[in-house]
């Protein structure tokens, strides 16, 4: 079964650079949303679209960025990159429907040098 | 509430002995439970959820039980095996806001489970 695809897997960026990540939902599935995870710890919910419209907003910096696009594809954008944005990037998808789980991408690893 | 941890509760188990992983969640008005299994380098995998007009659902291998007096619920793995070795994490999900979305997912702090062969 197709699942979420996040491009690129891992990404090195130095401090102060932009990095861009990618996300491509089941198909099918028009809400997405961005969680942040740092070693050791549990994800913690960033942002989420539904039908190309933010949804639902939670820890993100104003450094970050997210838009939803017409093939429900999503990207976050973050600038001015510190040390501390070092962490996995999960992207998940589900179809607008209340309580139906979310499905999980493999994440993108960023590290920020 | 947030979690805050570098340090991970941890379980380790015998093969083929059961599994009891507990959780406490934060918001009485929370009315929707996911359990999420971790493998190093991957994303959460769903395992199982429960909604709250329910206080027992089983899976294939895994019950969840969930207390809504005490907040609390759990994940039950029968006959584990190494395969099952992984973080489990519980997420509650907030009754959200009119206009918000149908989701906001808040993790519970994960256990690592460990199965020694």
């Known amino acids: 079964a197709a699942g979420v695809i996040q491009s690129p897997r891992h990404l090195i960026k130095e401090k102060r650079e932009t990095a861009t990540l990618k996300c491509y939902p089941i198909?099918?599935?028009?809400?997405v949303y961005w969680y942040q995870q740092g070693p050791g710890q549990d994800p913690q919910f960033l942002i989420s679209f539904y039908e190309k419209m933010q949804s639902d907003k939670g820890s993100i910096p104003d450094r970050f960025s997210a838009q939803q696009f017409s093939d429900y594809h999503s990207e976050l954008n973050m600038s001015s990159l510190e040390l501390g944005d070092s962490a996995l990037y999960f992207c998940a998808s589900s179809p607008y429907s209340y309580n139906s789980p979310l499905h999980f991408g493999n994440g993108t690893r960023l590290t920020v040098t | 509430g947030e979690s805050v941890g570098l340090h991970l509760p941890t379980l380790s188990v015998q093969e083929g002995d059961n599994s009891i992983i507990n959780c406490a969640y934060s918001n009485s008005a929370s009315d929707y439970f996911i359990w999420y299994k971790q493998e190093s380098g991957k994303g959460p995998q769903f395992i199982i959820d429960?909604?709250?007009?329910?206080d027992k659902r089983q899976g294939q291998r895994v019950t969840v039980l969930l207390n809504k007096t005490v907040k609390h619920l759990s994940l039950q793995i029968a006959a584990t095996q190494p395969g099952d070795s992984a973080v489990y994490f519980c997420?509650?999900?907030?009754?959200?806001?009119?206009?918000?979305?149908?989701?906001?997912?808040?993790f519970g702090k994960g256990t690592l489970l460990t199965v020694n062969p």
């Open positions: 997420a509650e999900n907030m009754v959200p806001n009119s206009g918000g979305s149908n989701y906001k997912l808040t």
């Open positions: 198909p099918r599935h028009d809400t």
């Open positions: 429960i909604r709250s007009n329910m």
